[in-house]
């Protein structure tokens, strides 16, 4: 396969009002990772798959899968100076690169289809515990299932639309880096005092022990491959997030540190919502492998228990939800900018429209809780159908596109990194071998053609 770079575009800086600072490029793709995979996504399935045991696992996949492909994804963005698919048209002639970025455009739409609902849930969760009618019954499980089953959802997630839309139709500096540059520092605020107020509850230390001591025994291929899946998700990788956003950086910018900050905030952010969690539930002799219901069901019980429980859930809720709006700003950008780009339409222009397709798709994913949740789909419902879809089969294929562009047919992404000797080793090694091999074996077993 023959490939010839288009060299111009090495030289490009985009404008400052479509530009990031270096510490704003940071924040932004930290704010991107941070959400609800790692507030409400990684506390509950480590819970589920052995605790400390799994962590490790989670951490050992960011580091061999997960930062090399972060690192590729900015590196496509910048140096082809496009969105998810017109930076590889950028960087190749062969156009089935561009093609299969294609796949991340309408991975955003799947995601953000469900991903704005359950951050309307956080909304309305942080707003009833302050009001302090979340508490008024105390079967939190059948209230969450009549609550998520209803009609209120679908305001929130109008709420969270509007929002989001806005911060994205206010552009690259003037709304996505400044709505990250405040929120992020923010969230960093409130999850340390939800740390200091779960760790000081009686009997926390049991709580610590289960997500810090690693049993080995309790640990299956299984794990293994939920941990693979969830480094995917929460760096935001395989759906060209990073990309766009890498897009958006001067050549000034060192995106090997970038990328480490990146992924080093993910893991951070993470671990401190495992801090807040796991003592919270344990101190108030709740399981925590509970699955998906941890936060919703199982964390109102123990707020409910707890002096000033109204303040802390409500700081938790907010926590949630403002960690999941600066990751819907993320996944809105990528249909965003290529739209813009393919039609040359107006940002605003670009961002309603694109903002009104993914309320159209969210309402039934919405109503999946309710009265839709009969109507079933290869077995699924619509809302975990938009979750499998996009989760185990786009995120994975672009994914594995990024690496194999990378890896093998871009020849000019060392010198894009800023990587030489060792460091560009390693990464290539993880590029061309271990990243696609990990890759093609979750998504084979994701689709049920491998089992364990
Ligand atoms: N990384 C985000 C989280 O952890 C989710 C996400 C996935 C955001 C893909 C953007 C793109 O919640």
């Known amino acids: 396969m023959k ?7 090495l030289q490009l800086e985009p404008k400052a009002s479509d530009s990031f600072t270096s510490t704003g490029f940071i924040l932004a793709a930290i704010g991107s990772s941070v959400g609800l995979g790692n507030m409400w996504k990684f506390p509950y399935i480590t819970g589920m798959y052995g605790g400390a045991a799994f962590f490790l696992i989670f951490i ?7 930062l090399p492909i972060l690192l590729a994804e900015m590196v496509i963005g910048r140096g082809g100076r496009g969105n998810a698919v017109s930076s590889f048209h950028n960087l190749s002639k062969t156009k089935w690169w561009g093609y299969f970025g294609f796949l991340s455009v309408l991975s955003a739409f799947a995601i953000m289809g469900f991903y704005a609902v359950v951050a309307g849930w956080t909304m309305n969760y942080a707003f009833t515990s302050l009001t302090g009618n979340l508490f008024e019954n105390p079967d939190y499980t059948a209230s969450f299932l009549s609550f998520a089953g209803g009609n209120m959802p679908i305001f929130w997630t109008i709420i969270t639309l509007i929002i989001t839309c806005w911060v994205v139709a206010k552009g690259v500096a003037g709304g996505i880096e400044k709505f990250n540059k405040v929120l992020i520092p923010g969230l960093a605020v409130i999850l340390v005092i939800l740390m200091i107020r779960a760790l000081t509850l009686p009997g926390a230390g049991e709580g610590v022990e289960f997500f810090l001591m690693p049993d080995f025994s309790k640990l299956t291929a299984e794990s293994a491959l939920v941990a693979l899946g969830h480094a995917f998700f929460s760096l935001s990788l395989g759906m060209g997030a990073m990309l766009t956003y890498g897009a958006y950086t001067s050549k000034k910018q060192s995106l090997g540190k970038a990328a480490a900050a990146v992924a080093g905030g993910d893991l951070l952010y993470a671990f401190v919502a495992g801090l807040i969690i796991f003592p919270t539930v344990f101190s108030y002799g709740i399981a925590p492998g509970q699955g998906p219901g941890l936060a919703f069901m199982a964390l109102p019980a123990a707020f409910a228990a707890m002096p000033l429980g109204n303040l802390f859930g409500f700081l938790f809720f907010f926590l949630l939800s403002i960690a999941a709006l600066t990751s819907t700003v993320s996944l809105v950008e990528v249909p965003n900018a290529y739209l813009m780009e393919r039609f040359k339409w107006s940002r605003a222009k670009s961002a309603t429209i694109v903002t009104l397709i993914i309320f159209a798709i969210s309402i039934p994913a919405s109503m999946s809780m309710g009265i839709l949740s009969d109507n079933l789909l290869f077995g699924k419902t619509f809302f975990d159908l938009l979750d499998f879809v996009a989760s185990n089969i786009f995120l994975p294929i672009g994914g594995l596109v990024v690496t194999l562009f990378t890896g093998y047919a871009w020849k000019r992404a060392g010198e894009e990194a800023g990587l030489s000797g060792f460091w560009y080793n390693a990464w290539m090694f993880c590029l061309k071998y ?8 979750i998504f084979l077993y994701s689709i049920g053609i491998i089992k364990f």
């Open 3 to 9: 490939i010839e770079t288009n060299q111009n575009s």
């Open 60 to 66: 050992l996949c960011l580091a061999l899968v997960g």
């Open 434 to 441: 271990i990243a696609p091999i990990m890759v093609i074996v």
